[in-house]
């Protein structure tokens, strides 16, 4: 087959050229904003043609500690010339010391690492299962796990089986049994699901995708409370709410609250690389044994080495303060917005939903003129609009972005 093309060549191409080419080389699986993005520092980024935006999404919270943070990149680049990849057939020196570092910063006692997020969902489903029955004794093939309306917790197969989003599961069936759906913030609903072949409830603290979504004051606390007392592990995805971006290292902190599996992700590959992991107890992740369990690239040593440097930034806690400052800082503005085109504002640190009424319009149009005021962030769930900027945003950025979003919004 002869492919004609007619394309410019890279380096002379406009940022219209580029968006013609993913539109006709790459998958519709996104409906991104029309920026291209070519270079990018701390919070601000810059588009092909020099005009600067703030970035107000960060990534979906993986650039938690700013785009091109000098210390993780010196890091990055400290490793690659020394070790990128020796796969779990051999060891590597960076290993060791970053599970030891990872689950010294959670209050954990072992890691089990992967790379993206999905599939540290996925490693966490297979613990929880295997531990019931190794452990807990469940017939084989009964194991139930118990997850949350609205949640988000990736794209595999198995995932998506228990979405409550059609638009997540449409065309891709059939799907993976074993999982049963809980209404968000019901703890009786929680309670009565629960059975003798349950084996693990998967929540996320906070629910990012679905808007930034905080369960009732005492949920988590009395939800762990209940799966200690029916022996269910409780497991916390933390991909998106951990690592910094409520204002505490997890957001499980807020209630107290310690789950039996703690999943990471995002945040922990420093904008840089895909690095997940699952942490949790020696009993716990001593389910796996070798050969049951893997992945080519989990563990590698540009990762952990990569993962060593966020966890040594996350110990010093100056970006979880930073997050719960500001984060207050700009709640206390978005509440003087009051717009009767506002439904409700919901935050928790640097981590903001603005939802707009229905008759309001859609909150993409919103984002489509805050893009043109030069912020970028993104709708979820359509009506909610999510502000999550990189947590090294200072107070006189965080002004300039509100005075922006005040004109949008009330103009
Ligand atoms: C992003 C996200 C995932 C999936 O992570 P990927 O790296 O995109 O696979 C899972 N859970 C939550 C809560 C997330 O925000």
Redesign the pocket.
Known sequence: MTVQTQSPTPGSMTGQDHIDMVETYAAHNYHPLPVVIAKAEGVWVEDADGKRYMDMLAA???VNFGHNNAEIIDAVKQQLDKVTLTSRAFQNDQLGPMCRELADLCGMEMVLPM???????ETAIKTARRWGYKVKGVPQGKAKILCCSE??????TT?ISFSTDESCRDGFGPFTPGFEIVTYGDLVALESAIDENTVAFLV?PI???AGIIIPPDGYLRCARKICTEKNVLFIA?????GLGRTGKTLACEHEGVKPDVL?L??ALGGGVL?V?AVVSSKEILGVFTPGSHGSTFGGNPLSCAVARKVIEILNRGTFQRAADQLGHHLLNRLTTLQSDKIKQIRGRGLWVGIEFKPEAGKAMDYCKKLMAEGILCKDTHEQTMRLAPPLCITKDEIDWAFDKLAKVING
Not at 115 to 121: P, Q, S
Not at 151 to 156: A, S
Not at 237 to 241: F, K, L, R, V, Y
């Open positions: 979906y919270s993986a790379n993206t997020g999905a599939e540290a969902v949640n988000f917790h990736g794209r595999t995932i996320e629910q990012g995708e995805d933390e991909i998106q709410s999943i992700g995002k895909p997940s």
